[in-house]
């Protein structure tokens, strides 16, 4: 199936950008440059720096028009990034190595969640508190090649199973599907995202989380371009990475909350139907955003190098990587974070 047939959720921003140029609040319209940017997952909160600068107006500034594009998964974000169906995607690391082991030369440049963003979840009161107890159990994921899978799998081999003989992943989906699968007793634990970890707690599931702390370092989800598309347009991802920089101190500014959450609910208006539990899951999206305090000085976005060493051990334990790169920091740069961090 290609993947222009499996986008979830469209939005585009001509309109607010009328709005504001109608407004006269940037003065004569400057023409604007489309990108298209994929994301895994439909929510608005998951990207809330990106619906923020797409909202505040911050995007029109560098003279971008951005196009978001919510597809099923980061293998998916990858394969729209490689089809020239966008510019910027929002995979996550494993799949990044995954994919420039394959030959695709994809470069992470902006680190969105310095913390990771999943965690193993079980039912509070099915008795498993430790990742050896799921043997020969299913582990629900998001989907079958998604970042959630090298994320489960790395845990699960370093615990001494190996997937089809000790465990099984079975995609369900994520927030409303995965409950579905967890009540149903399809599964008996998730891997999951923030978002789908409080959209499971707000059904109404009590969860609880096994993660081994030292995997509750590993990074996230980030924005990525090829390199090829890097080099020919350096003005857009200068671009891109500023207003992106703006979006998270708007944010993390707490004054801004109501009309943080305005935004998002422009991106996804389902998910801000319920005020309450969208406020929670902001916050706690923006923590995970937030550097550690080892990190915080050196900006947002920015790729400790020694975690992406971390992230390919991981992956050459578990099997998703053959061998270890030749170049790994050809897969990352770090090169724009302090210019875009400039106040």
Sequence with gaps: MRVSNRIVRRVTTGLAAAAISAAGLFGSAAAQTDITVAVP????????????????????????????????????????????????????????????ARGIDVVFIYNLYPKSVFGLLVKSDSGYATPTDLKGKVIGVGTADGAEVSFARAILNDAGMEEGTDFTFLPVGDGGTAAVAFLRGDVDAYAGAVSDAAILANRGLELTEITPEEYLAYFGNGYAVLADYMAENPEVVEGFGRALVKGMRFISDPANEETALDHMAAGNPQEGEDRAFASALLAAASERMTPTDAYIDKGFGYQPPEHWETWQKSLLSSGDLEAPFDDLAAGYTNEMIEGWNAE
């Design 41 to 100: 997952n439909p929510s608005a909160i998951t990207w809330a720096p990106m619906w923020a600068a797409i909202g505040e107006g911050y995007f029109e500034e560098e003279g971008l028009n951005i196009d978001v594009q919510a597809v099923d998964g980061s293998s998916q974000v990858l394969q729209a990034m490689s089809a020239g169906q966008a510019q910027i995607g929002a995979p996550g690391p494993g799949p990044v190595l995954g994919a420039r």
